[in-house]
């Protein structure tokens, strides 16, 4: 199975196109969170309307800055998995959305109690896969987690459930810097890292349960760069 994999839109869909391709190739399409703009439905819309354009195989979870209507939209859209799971191709899928609290007291924010009570109920969904991927938007604790400042951003609940549970990968965001792949115990940890900054992951599964991983970075559309550069020279 061939995944595209992103996270951390935030309402940009200036790569979509560029990536349309890598999109429409794809088996699936992942998003793990914060796919509007300061939580607004208008801005996840549009990020939807335009992947849809080249795959409508989507499934995802809600970030910590996406609000009750953007989650309330992807569950309408049949898109997401949050304190839920599916089975695909015999692969299992399930997600948490959200992320533990922040200073920031964004819109979705959980208590790690809450947390693991979401995971619970969306592995009963997936339990019998014979390989369970997780999509969650926070990190697991200490798991390509780290922001800029050098503190940890990630979930104590999300790290347990994954090494009690035998989870064979875990596709994650929320902590742009952190992009990147790492081992936790069996489980290979991918935070692709922001889409607004270009940032994605290509993932095949194999039927034996083995994901190759490659990471890329779509360029900056010239366009734009024209634009900017334009801009700053008037200023």
């Not at 839109?9 to 560029?18: A, F, S, T, V, W």
């Not at 794809?26 to 793990?32: D, F, G, K, W």
């Not at 969650?136 to 604790?141: C, M, Q």
């Amino acid at each position: 199975m061939k995944i595209f994999a992103i996270s951390d839109i935030h309402g940009d869909i200036k790569y979509i196109e560029q990536a349309s391709e890598l999109i429409a190739k794809a088996e699936l399409v992942i998003i793990s969170g914060d796919i509007s703009r300061s939580g607004k439905i208008l801005s996840a819309e549009r990020v939807l309307d335009s992947i849809e354009k080249y795959n409508r195989n989507i499934l995802a979870v809600h970030g910590n800055w996406d609000r009750s209507e953007v989650i309330d939209l992807l569950e309408e859209k049949g898109y997401s998995i949050h304190n839920t799971g599916r089975i695909i191709k015999g692969t299992g899928f399930f997600g948490v959305g959200g992320s533990t609290p922040t200073p920031m007291k964004t819109a979705s924010e959980y208590s790690e109690d809450e947390i693991l009570d979401f995971l619970k109920t969306g592995y009963q969904s997936v339990k019998k896969a014979g390989t369970v991927v997780l999509v969650s938007h926070t990190p697991p604790l200490n798991t390509r987690d780290r922001t800029f400042l050098g503190l940890r951003g990630g979930s104590q609940a999300i790290r347990d459930f994954i090494v009690e549970h035998g989870v064979s990968l875990c596709l994650c965001g929320h902590i742009h810097e952190a992009n990147g792949t790492a081992q936790l115990e069996k489980c290979a940890v991918v935070n692709p890292g922001s889409l607004k900054k270009g940032k994605y992951c290509l993932i095949e599964i194999f039927k034996d349960g083995h994901a190759e991983i490659q990471h890329g970075k779509l360029k900056r559309p010239f366009f734009r760069k024209l634009f900017k550069r334009t801009g700053d020279a008037r200023r």
